[in-house]
């Protein structure tokens, strides 16, 4: 079962039209990298989450420390 951060992540991308290759370059980031914070697999860095932030200014950042 995925957590809600996961979910969330994902959603957050399909909704913007947004592959996960193109979200990846989006966050500067590579797209292992981007696919291993989506499954949840790896924690989102600093420098992910400030992105984050910027591209997604209305969305909760929570949702990467959420258990």
């Not at 996960?20 to 696919?35: D, H, N, P, R, T």
């Not at 949840?40 to 400030?50: L, T």
């Not at 992105?51 to 200014?57: D, G, I, K, M």
């Amino acid at each position: 079962m995925k957590n809600a951060k996961i979910t969330r992540l994902i959603e957050i991308r399909r909704l913007n039209g947004l592959s996960q290759e193109a979200a990846a370059a989006l966050f500067g980031v590579s797209k292992s990298y981007y696919i291993k914070v989506e499954t949840g697999h790896c924690k989102a860095g600093r420098g992910f989450i400030e992105r984050f932030r910027v591209l997604y200014p209305k969305e909760d950042i929570n949702i990467f420390f959420a258990a």
